[in-house]
């Protein structure tokens, strides 16, 4: 069974930053690409970040680019997203997300993590 | 990189049929046939109800039909069934990024 479990929410201070990880399970995590969606409170999704397979290619949506990074370790099957320089608009709740398709980058998502509300407020 | 178009809400009573419009760019929609549909019910994950424009996952009720028109996806769900009531978004690969429409609240009447 696929399980993606993400952890590091909080508040955090306009300024400040916060790391998330997401631990996944259920398979071949190395052959994945993986992404970051998020969803401020009675809003829509936006997507966020992605990282390829090895870790070495990486995109951002403008509105973070510059201030969050996107990472992944495939010998702990675990995906980050160290967000820097936080804003208000940044609060919302995460999703870790991975591709149907091995080594796609393009397609859709099939498992979608429980999300993890980040608060940032002073 | 701005959301692509959906209608903020539409209705149908059991039984109808409904169509979602998706309206992007040709370099988003239109550029590819990368399209998906998900289906989000209040306080859930999303759920993949379309890929690659016009393809369903296993599971998912052939009720749910996808299409594509030039810059404008669509996602058609006929024979309309209560539990059809949620918001639903389309995705799309945009080149160097993906984009989520705005989503779009079907209601059951």
New interface residues.
């Given amino acids: 069974e696929v399980q993606l479990v993400v952890s590091g929410s909080g508040p955090g201070q306009p300024g400040g930053s916060l790391r998330l990880s997401c631990v996944a399970s259920g398979f071949t995590f190395k052959n994945y690409w993986m992404f970051w969606v998020r969803q401020a409170p009675g809003e829509g999704l936006v997507w966020v970040s992605g990282i390829n397979t090895s870790g070495t290619g990486t995109n951002y949506a403008d509105s973070v680019k510059g201030r969050f990074t996107i990472s992944r370790d495939n010998d702990k099957s675990t995906v980050y997203l160290q967000m820097n320089s936080l804003r208000a608009e940044d609060s919302a709740l995460y999703y870790c997300v991975k591709s149907m398709r091995p080594f796609d980058s393009v397609g859709p998502s099939d498992y979608w993590g429980q999300g993890t509300l980040v608060t940032v407020s002073s | ?1 701005s ?1 692509l178009t959906q209608p903020r809400s539409v209705s149908g009573s059991p039984g109808q049929s409904v169509t979602i419009s998706c309206t992007g760019t040709s370099s988003d929609v239109g550029g ?1 046939n ?1 399209v ?1 549909w ?1 289906q ?1 019910y209040p306080g859930k ?2 759920t ?1 109800m379309i ?2 424009v016009t393809k369903r ?1 296993s599971g998912v009720p052939d009720r749910f039909s996808g299409s594509k028109s030039g810059n404008t996806a669509s996602l058609t769900i006929s024979g309309l069934q209560p539990e059809d009531e949620a ?1 639903y ?1 389309c ?1 799309s ?1 945009a080149g ?8 779009t609240k079907l209601t059951v009447l």
């Fill in positions: 990189q959301a590819y990368y998906s998900y989000q994950a999303p993949l890929f690659d996952p918001d978004y995705y690969y160097t990024h993906n984009l989520f429409g705005g989503g």
